[in-house]
């Protein structure tokens, strides 16, 4: 089975990556704006941009009867999400089962089961794989008090609904508890319109550890290895590299096991990404969710074993059975990506939107730079703040940090304030390049450091 015409259901670089993929395989590709992004770069490159709403998101992006409308209008044989706005939307996935169009994605039910935090637990505990301890649904402050008293201070309240860092609270012992357990219900309800609320035993020195898979229709599962995703602010990734410093040769044979076998369990098809916490005083890793959609962070995979992630997202939902078996993967170097956001790390990581006045972006051996951002860009508010994904490979990690240090030092941006000096510092930072960090780094040394 082969796709003619694709529907990008999405903006910005991801956009701009997607179409490309089509491009090279192909097929034409069709994307989704609002008003604002009307000449955005991907609406250049695009075969056709069609108008889908407002400027605001929620009138234009996450409308899922617009976004279907707009794909059978353009005689689109399927939908490619992204990441972010409708990508983990289970209701997109139905309506695209009804009007016949492929969504290029898992299926519903995945998303389903693997969104709600509650039935992903309980399901990979029956696998044999350690997840963090917890507790069930606490209804009630009282309920929540009870259950973190048992599991011992500190302990984290989190939506079962959740992503993306939102409904997750950190409690540190029980008089702080019930006031923390309705900020964190209604946050939940605020964001996700559900306000179920879970605990988690906090793990202090923790790692946040990522594998990516991919499935097929044949019931084939493979992994891409390990990415390490524990440089955060607020639960939002800034930095991520592969493989993770802090990976053996065992550990990481087994994690990657661990994330096949959930996937080939729930019969998990096209691009997705089991996480983890490490514990590395214990030096043992807990199941911690699983994100059914292409990562932000893909690009170090994908430089790391010579795979494209989104061609392959495209064949398979074609239908197509995976173009690699598990040995046909291999690694090789080390790869680093930061996220260059336009916010003012000297401000507090305020957002900087405005008229990109010069940009100037880096270039040469083993540096990536994925970005729909050039001289002239004006940077909306309406939308994420993420400029571009700089990327840098080498033989090693010191190799790879060296390429990324001279990339940062090159990358000119005017106009606005963006995050290129903070990840300038993080790089020459001994506690970064000894690897000695976990994912409350950035925010309890760092940044003190730092100034804020």
Known sequence: MGLSRVFVANRGEIALRIIRACHDLGIEAVLAVSEADRESRPAREADRALC???????????????????????????????????????????????????????KADHIRTMGDKLLAREMVGTLGIPVIPGSEMVATGDEARKAAQKLGFPV?????????????????????????????AGEARAAFGDDRIFIERYIPNARHIEVQIMGDSQGAVVHFFERDCSLQ?????????????????????????????????????????????????????YFLEMNTRIQVEHPITEMITGVDLVKEQISVAAGNPLAMAQDDITMSGHAIECRINA??????????PGRIDRWEAPAGEGIRVDSHCYSGYVVSPYYDSLLAKLVSWGTDRSDAITKMRHALEHFIISGIDTTIPFHHYILHNREYLAGDINTRWIEDTLLREYGQ
Do not use: W
């Open 52 to 106: 889908i709403g407002p400027p605001q998101a929620m009138d234009s992006y996450l409308k899922v009867e617009t976004i279907i409308t707009a794909a059978l209008g353009s005689h689109a044989d399927a939908i490619h999400p992204g990441y972010g706005f409708l990508a983990e939307q289970p209701e997109l996935v139905d309506a695209c089962a009804e009007h016949d169009l492929i969504f290029i994605g898992p």
């Open 156 to 184: 984290l309240l989190k939506a079962a609904a959740g992503g993306g860092g939102k409904g997750i609270k950190t409690v540190n012992g029980a008089d702080d508890l019930t006031d923390v357990f309705d900020e964190a």
């Open 233 to 285: 602010r607020r639960y939002q990734k800034m930095l991520e590299e592969a493989p993770s410093p802090v990976m053996t040769e065992e550990l990481r044979e087994e994690i990657c096991d661990a994330a096949v076998r959930i996937a080939r369990h729930i019969g998990y098809e096209n691009a997705g990404t089991v996480e983890f916490v490490f514990d590395q005083r214990e030096r043992r890793f």
């Open 343 to 352: 916010e003012s790390p000297r401000r507090a990581f305020h957002p900087s």
